[in-house]
């Protein structure tokens, strides 16, 4: 398995993490974690024939079903683009499961 993107037990990985998309929604991370990221498309470009993520809202959440509404995002920015996105996603992620 890379350790960059690939695919583990059916999802789609990026560095080990699961990539579960719907619509516009991407959920990056273990939904068993005590965190999660939800990346939200909020426009689009065009590219050649494809079209292209050109801003992504990031939200840090719990995944306690306990915690509603608001209080269950812990942080929230917007980047311009998915590669952008992932990659603040990540670091958040990252720091967030250390603690």
């Not at 398995?1 to 990056?28: E, H, Q, W």
């Not at 005590?34 to 992504?56: C, F, N, Q, R, T």
């Not at 840090?60 to 998915?82: A, H, N």
């Amino acid at each position: 398995m890379s350790t960059k993107a690939g695919k583990k037990d059916g999802f789609l990985t990026y560095k080990n993490k699961p990539l579960v998309r719907c619509g516009d929604v991407i959920y990056y991370g273990n939904m068993t974690d005590k965190y999660v990221i939800k990346m939200e498309i909020k426009s689009k470009k065009k590219h050649l024939d494809l079209d292209v993520a050109d801003k992504v809202k990031i939200q840090l959440m719990f995944t306690d079903p306990f915690i509603r509404g608001r209080k269950q995002i812990v942080k929230t920015s917007e980047k311009p683009g998915l590669y952008l996105a992932l990659d603040i996603a990540d670091a958040w992620l990252e720091r967030a499961l250390a603690n």
